[in-house]
């Protein structure tokens, strides 16, 4: 039923350039640099969905940029809306691909969950992305896309003020792209959100963690989930290639300023990892580490082989961890009922419903 892919544009998306080559492109048009900066402001503050809307340059210069490149604008092809509020966009990408992010109202914010990729590559067990496999990378354009198109779905009674990398995707295995993106989110040319409310969210490539490290002073989070390495390998395969010892060897490495922590994700599974002996384990690992600890109860969805924690379990998880001097909060995923939850992403419910409905 789907439409076949239109052929690929040569022409450069300006939202994929570095804000220096937006200069030389636009430079090359035989203008000076200033205008770049107009451009980038349109590109970013101005969330323009195409070069018409950019009225304070000439006619004939959005032409010749029309005819070098491109912008791509990202509108939800469907629109899930919880009870709670949590909204679950669904957009269809430009050769099909299918991504979603969750858009999260809190009291005075809302919280937007970013795609790095479409699916995923790494395999953990518990995943629904992980189902889908590995499609292909986002550009930068599609990341920052999904924030710039959030931010006109809400008001400013609560603003879009924090992304977590936590939609479908890797993001450490979209590295370059993730980058880019990031300067247009944080930086000076960009949108300048706060380099505290913008988390990465990796499964733990610690050969990356370096190159994230020097490239951004985005937040990072690590999905720790498992805290030995026998059953970690089993649930998360990226723990055959960096073991638990890696990893924390890296992150102790990590450039944080000092007032900063890594933040542990760590899914409670029924059952599985959610028992006394796991919580010390986890209180072990993390000697020597400034972090803190998410505790996020597993979201089931069709085809898992795991369950839901009890809820007496996941408190006494939580209360052996602070009784072990770690920060440890728990996370309520959001949305569960649209399937907008944690793990839950395969941009597939959503688009079944809709073509059912037409
Ligand atoms: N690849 C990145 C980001 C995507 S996953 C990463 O692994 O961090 C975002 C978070 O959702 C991770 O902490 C992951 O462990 C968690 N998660 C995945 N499936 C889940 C599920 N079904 N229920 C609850 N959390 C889940």
Redesign the pocket.
């Known amino acids: 039923m789907s439409t076949p892919a239109a052929k690929p544009d040569p022409r450069p998306d300006l939202r994929d350039l570095t804000p220096q080559q937006v200069q030389d492109l636009v430079v090359s048009l035989g203008e000076k640099p200033f205008r770049a900066r107009q451009v980038l402001r349109w590109l970013y503050k101005g969330a323009a969905g195409d070069f018409e809307a950019m009225s304070d340059l000439a006619k004939g210069l959005r032409q010749r940029l029309h005819e070098v490149s491109r912008l791509t604008w990202l509108t939800p092809q469907a629109v899930g809306e919880s009870g709670d509020g949590t909204r679950k966009l669904l957009y269809a990408l430009d050769d099909g691909a299918r991504i979603e992010s969750v858009l999260i109202p809190e009291e005075d914010h809302h919280t937007l969950c970013v795609s ?1 990729q479409v699916g ?1 590559a ?1 395999g ?1 067990k ?4 992980a189902t889908l496999g590995f499609r292909r990378n986002l550009r930068p354009a599609e990341i920052v896309g999904q924030v710039l198109t959030a931010r006109t779905m809400v008001d400013e009674a609560r603003p879009l003020t924090n992304l977590v ?7 450490l295995d979209n590295l370059d792209n993730l980058l880019i993106a990031l300067g247009h989110i944080l930086g000076e040319h960009g949108l300048q959100m706060s380099q505290r409310k913008v988390t990465i ?3 733990g490539l610690a050969d990356k963690l370096a190159a994230l490290g020097r490239g951004t002073p985005a937040a990072l ?3 720790l ?1 498992v805290p030995n390495d026998a059953l970690r390998s089993r649930i998360m395969p990226v723990n055959r290639r960096f073991s638990l010892s890696t990893l924390k060897a890296s992150l102790l490495a990590y450039p944080l300023k000092p007032t900063r922590r890594v933040t542990l ?1 760590y ?1 409670l599974l029924g059952g599985v990892n959610d028992r006394p002996e796991h919580a010390r384990e986890l209180i072990a690992w993390t000697r020597g580490l400034k972090c803190k600890v998410n505790l ?6 069709d085809g ?1 082989a ?1 369950t839901a924690p009890r809820e007496e379990d996941v408190l006494a998880f939580q209360e052996i961890l602070i009784a072990g001097n770690l920060t440890a909060l728990l996370r309520r ?1 959001r949305g569960r009922e649209i399937g907008a ?4 992403l395969a941009a597939r419910a959503m688009a079944a419903e809709e073509e059912e409905g037409e």
Request: hydrophobic share 35%; with cysteine.
């Open positions: 790095s995923c790494q953990c518990f995943c629904k992305t990398f936590m939609g479908m995707g890797e993001p969210s990796t499964v989070a690590v999905s989930n994700e899914v996020i109860p597993f979201n089931p969805h898992a795991f995923s939850a944690c793990g839950q």
